[in-house]
């Protein structure tokens, strides 16, 4: 087998270790889903019918309750991926704090397998947990008018999204000593969606707030799905997304990376 | 012999006296920060023995086991393992090595099955051979009818088993063993204590650390003491027995008076002042016993207590290392009264 082979033949085997995780315990695995499936219906529900009407005259959209379901959906499904970085570093930094990572270090195996398969397998978790609230959002009544190919933009732009959270969250687990302050610091990835246009278009804001809300990483990421999923224009949102998870992605990949070589034992 | 060790090593070409070495260190230093763990060592481990690193807690023990298992790099010195240098060519020396820490390494969310399964695709055993191997190891150590429950759910020997196992999937020449049985009930000590002979027995090297004298006397071929980041002694366990002072009777007295009288009449006797014990010189056999009694009842002084020390490990352990190797008692000294 080749170097490469390895690398992916270890990889695949740390993939199914965390797959195997996931699947016997889904409360951690679908846990980050629970967030924005609350604010779906806290904010359609009970801030709906004020919000709609407000959100409707300043994006153009019809008013009402419905309206707002369609403004707010993608937002939400943008904050079910920044929610899983939580769970990654968290997942992380338990093996590091377990033996098991020093067994692994001390196995002839492919040295970024450890990593690859977290990061692969939090891709596919989050994946898997959004589908439940694009579930919970078409049973409130959320109809896009998007096809196949757009769908499959959505899925392509979220699962990169994913990608770049969980490199980035898997070193915010290595730098972590202890699965609490691991489960602390992705809160600041967590909360970034509700200052930017995720639950209210960014015009609405304050000067300086407004500043930031457009040009934080989760406003261009959310009007591009916007964009796929309700036909609202997107402009150059999308390759302002695809740059910032690359640059996310790469800055994620080669901190954890280095973390992860040079760590000694804890 | 258990298919699941390796075969005896390929002895050393030309049938030199020395067979080969399975791990060869010479003046290895680490330090972090300030503090010096391990100040220039030298170890030469011949292939199919054990080898005992002997000290207390903070001695280096674990960072020897962690550079030579590659885990951490040394500051100086250079150190091979089954004929790999651990610093240029670590993925040969991973290849080779097992390790079981102080702390059981393995999943906790999976079962001891999926545990050991694990371990055998990594080393890509292929899917028959892990599964023939995983299931000769839940056997041999005794975990088959637990195979399906997660590894968080076993006690510390089962847990300290099940890790054994897993370090033996890939059928290391060279196991590390750190302190692998502390924190064990007696069952499980000799549990391991056995695993580790059938390991020898097939030509494995066994490096194992430990604080227990008893430990190393009963497993090592040869032992070496570290202490403070140096090695104090090396040598088998009789070696290291003879470099220290002979065997003696240990008198205790309850009644200070008593005591100063019999100090007259041992007058060379070593004192513990504090204890109101004297230490006599003396193999320790029936006449020396019956004429110190002799002795004492002619002096008219009653001793609370006598043990007969002969020499072992521990005394080696405190004679070199210097901790309190005169004025500790031992336990097994206090058991009179």
Not at chain 2, 235 to 256: C, M, Q, S
Request: with cysteine.
């Amino acid at each position: 087998m080749s170097t490469l082979g390895y690398t992916v033949h270890d990889s695949m085997t740390m993939l199914r270790r965390n797959l195997r995780h996931a699947v016997r315990y889904p409360s951690v695995s679908l846990g980050p889903a629970l967030l924005p499936i609350l604010m779906l219906l806290l904010f359609v529900y009970a801030f709906g019918g004020a919000l709609g009407a407000g959100v409707g005259a300043g994006s153009g959209q019809d008013g009402g309750r419905a309206g707002y379901l369609e403004y707010l959906t993608p937002g939400v499904i943008v904050m079910g991926v920044a929610a899983g970085a939580m769970s990654t570093s968290i997942a992380v930094c338990s093996d590091m704090t377990e033996g098991v990572v020093n067994r692994f270090r001390t196995m002839n195996i492919s040295r970024s397998s450890f990593l690859t398969g977290h990061v692969v397998g939090s891709v596919v978790q989050t994946l898997a947990g959004l589908l439940l609230v694009v579930g919970v959002a078409l049973a409130l009544g959320f109809r896009s008018g998007a096809g196949p190919l757009e769908w499959l933009a959505a899925a392509g732009l979220l699962a990169a999204i994913a990608f770049a959270v969980a490199w980035l969250s898997a070193a915010l687990g290595l730098i972590s000593r202890t699965v609490e302050s691991a489960s602390n610091k992705p809160l600041l990835i967590q909360f970034l969606p509700f200052l930017g246009s995720t639950f209210v278009p960014t015009s609405t804001m304050p000067s300086g707030l407004r500043w930031f809300a457009r040009h934080q990483p989760f406003t261009p990421m959310t009007e591009t799905l916007r964009g796929l999923l309700t036909g609202s224009p997107v402009g150059s949102a999308w390759w302002i997304s695809l740059a910032w998870c690359a640059g996310i992605g790469v800055v994620g990949y080669v901190w954890a990376r280095s973390l992860f070589h040079t760590t000694t034992k804890r | 012999m258990p298919s699941s060790v390796m075969p005896m090593p390929r002895q050393g070409g030309g049938g030199g006296p020395r067979p080969p070495a399975a791990v060869t260190v010479t003046g290895l230093r680490k330090s972090y920060g300030d503090k010096t763990v391990l100040d220039g060592i030298d170890l030469h481990i011949p292939a199919g023995t054990v080898f005992a690193l002997l000290g207390p807690n903070g001695a280096g023990k674990t960072t020897t086991v962690h550079i030579l298992s590659t885990l951490v790099a040394a500051d100086g010195g250079r150190a091979s393992v089954a004929g790999h240098d651990v610093d240029t060519a670590p993925d040969g020396v991973r290849a080779a090595i097992g390790v079981t820490g102080q702390f059981a390494a393995l999943d906790n969310l999976l079962t001891a099955e999926e545990n050991l399964l694990l371990m055998a695709d990594l080393l890509r055993l292929g899917k028959r051979e892990g599964r023939s191997r995983t299931r000769e190891l839940l056997e041999r150590f005794e975990i088959a009818d637990v195979a399906g429950q997660r590894a968080a759910t076993f006690s510390g020997g089962m847990r300290r088993r099940l890790d054994l196992a897993m370090t033996l999937v890939g059928r290391p020449e060279v196991i590390f063993l750190d302190e692998p049985t502390t924190g064990l009930d007696p069952r499980s000590r000799r549990t391991m204590w056995e695993t580790v002979r059938s390991l020898v027995a097939g030509g494995t090297t066994v490096f194992l650390t430990t604080q227990y004298l008893e430990e190393a006397d009963q497993l090592a071929d040869r032992i070496a003491v570290l202490d403070g980041g140096r090695i104090v002694a090396e040598g088998t366990a009789e070696e290291l027995k003879a470099r220290i002072p002979g065997a003696h009777v240990r008198l205790r007295f309850d009644d200070p008076a008593a005591y100063e009288r019999a100090a007259e009449v041992f007058a060379g006797a070593a004192r513990d002042d504090e204890n109101l014990a004297l230490r006599v010189a003396g193999d320790g056999g029936l006449d020396a016993l019956r004429a110190l009694l002799a002795r004492l009842d002619t002096a008219g002084v009653r001793a609370t207590g006598f043990s007969v020390h002969t020499p072992d490990l521990d005394d080696v352990f405190l004679a070199l290392t210097g901790r309190g190797a005169d004025t500790a008692l031992h336990p097994a000294e206090e058991n009179q009264r």
